[in-house]
């Protein structure tokens, strides 16, 4: 028989402390949908999406139902489209309509792969990709894109970097009547993983499979109320306490992408281990590091909570999963978790000091809202910073600021649902336009001699 | 195949005529009955095999939930491997 204590933690988890699985996503390889035509690559694109994933929202609202856990998001993610559209050339906004129509027809919340890697240079199809995505982003609504721009092995394109600044700026204000929410669903990677379930940054890699189950999990909430048991642990016993309950969430996660899995026929590919957070009540990240012993999230320490919760979480998830992979850590989106709003309401939390926790956490500068008036060049310095933060310490960082297009400092933009909402954070006002301008690449960093 | 089910609130008569009913007439087999106070709280944990479900499982479980709707309390019915995989290594 179970044990009683086990089933009634389960059941809290769920229902007190907002325990859910994020998202399955079905990541869907198009390389064969390449075509020299691009109406009938749009075809194409149409018909395997549709094909492969039909069942998908079914199979988990069913997979819910039996398990009782509440699965918040189906997901596809495709090949970065930039390499199919280098076969067929043409408006690269075709494709991402395509894109659209399939989601809407399958009925997933998210889709995501509107992406180039151009870590090293731009091969044909990405540089007329990335300057469509401002247009493809205000002219779709569940259509995501991402940009990698960076890589340990590669170093910084900052071509790409400069770009970019333009392209997230040209994105807000294409969507300035609805809060700039293109921006919010544009990322700029550096070492971009390519199995990753989660948006706005999920593509389905050239080395994976042609079909494949992904599977974020969640959980913030439940850690937080972990922690609140122990008011007295020292820190050793803390990070104990975390690892269990990574377990615990984890090896949910494996048995839902298992199960989904099985049911579709398709692979299973990894769990993605990230504690999501959520704007609702208990479901924060920057409420754990507050219950560490932290007044808010922002303070002195906060680096060292978020490193040692970001460290326990992988080393709890691991074990419980025989795949995991994607981003995997603590997100540190400010938009979508009520405690990083409070304290970057409060003055608490900057952007400089996201920045520090960007080198600790799993992802990067996520979901910050920037005044309107600030210039390209600046985003664009912004992304270089963070892809260096990246490339450096061989870890994905990214960077998904929304500049408030007509607000300023004070303001603030509301999103809704997962992306919740958020003050305009200051930037720093002196200029990089000199550096941003140059161009060129910044070398790929020595991997030894690590100080 | 096995679920759990799962009733928490507070006690009255009855509640586990009731489930035991609805089971019953779903032909789930009830395999074990433990009832508990935690925290202040009524718990009942029921495992029932539904193997040979006579109705779908989302139908058996819409059922068991109503009756915790009709009587103020909190009834879920979840298959029993979430709770294999969340709590044994």
């Known amino acids: 028989m179970l044990d009683t204590r086990d089933i009634l933690e389960t059941i809290t988890m769920i229902q007190d402390e907002c325990l859910d699985v994020r998202t399955i996503t079905m990541g869907i390889s198009l390389l064969d949908c390449a075509d020299s035509d691009i109406d009938r690559c749009c075809d194409k694109v149409y018909d395997k999406i549709t094909r492969y994933a039909k069942d998908l929202v079914h199979t988990g609202e069913e997979i819910s139902r039996q398990y009782g856990i509440p699965i918040i998001n189906k997901r596809i993610s495709v090949t970065p489209i930039a390499m199919i559209h280098a076969s067929c050339g043409g408006d690269p906004v075709k494709l991402a309509l395509t894109l659209q129509r399939a989601a809407d027809a399958v009925g997933v919340n998210f889709i995501g792969g509107y992406s180039a890697l151009v870590q090293k240079g731009f091969a044909p199809g990405d540089l007329s990709l990335i300057r469509s995505i401002p247009e493809a982003l205000a002219r779709t609504s569940n259509v995501c894109s991402s940009v990698n721009v960076g890589s340990t092995k590669a170093g910084i394109n900052m071509d790409a970097v400069a770009m970019m600044g333009k392209v997230v700026r040209e994105t807000a204000q294409l969507t300035a009547d609805n809060d700039c929410i293109g921006a919010a669903k544009l990322v700029v990677f550096c070492n971009a993983p390519e199995d990753n379930p989660f948006m706005a940054g999920a593509f389905h890699g050239v080395g994976e499979a042609d079909c494949v189950i992904n599977v974020g999990v969640s959980g913030p909430g439940v850690v937080r109320a972990a922690l609140a048991k122990c008011p007295d642990c020292s820190i050793s016993e803390i990070a104990d306490v975390i690892k269990r309950t990574a377990f615990k969430i984890t090896r949910m996660g494996q048995l839902v992408g298992t199960e989904a899995s099985r049911r579709l026929g398709v692979p299973f590919g990894i769990v993605d281990l990230s504690l999501a957070p959520t704007p609702a009540i208990g479901d924060s990240v920057a409420h754990i590091l507050e219950e560490m012993g932290l007044e808010s999230c922002g303070a002195c320490g906060t680096t060292a909570c978020l490193a040692l919760l970001n460290d326990a979480v992988k080393k709890g998830g691991v074990m419980a999963s025989s795949r995991v992979g994607g981003l995997s850590g603590a997100f540190i989106p400010v938009s979508e978790d009520a405690g990083m709003i409070a304290a970057a309401e409060c003055g608490a939390l900057s952007i400089e000091k996201l920045e520090a926790m960007t080198a600790v956490c799993s992802v990067g500068l996520d979901m910050i809202v920037i005044p309107g008036e600030i210039p390209a060049e600046v985003i664009s310095a912004i992304i270089a910073d963070e892809a260096a933060i990246g490339m450096v310490n061989s870890k994905t960082t990214a960077v998904r600021v929304i500049p408030a297009i007509g607000k300023k400092e004070g303001e603030s933009l509301s999103f809704g649902g997962l992306l919740g909402y958020a003050p305009v954070m200051k930037v720093s006002g002196y200029s990089p336009a000199k550096f941003i301008s140059r161009g060129g690449q910044i070398p790929a960093p020595m991997q030894s001699l690590k100080n | ?89």
């Open chain 2, 1 to 89: 195949m096995k679920a759990v089910i799962t009733v928490i609130g507070k006690d009255m008569v009855g509640i586990l005529a009731r489930v035991s009913g609805v089971c019953a007439q779903a032909n789930a087999n009830v395999i074990e009955v433990t009832q508990s106070v935690m925290q202040d709280l009524f718990a009942m944990i029921m495992l029932v095999d539904i193997s040979s479900l006579s109705v779908d499982f989302d139908q058996f479980a819409t059922q068991v939930e109503a009756i915790g709707t009709e009587l103020s309390l909190s009834a879920h019915v979840m298959h029993e491997d979430i709770f294999n995989s969340m709590h044994r290594i």
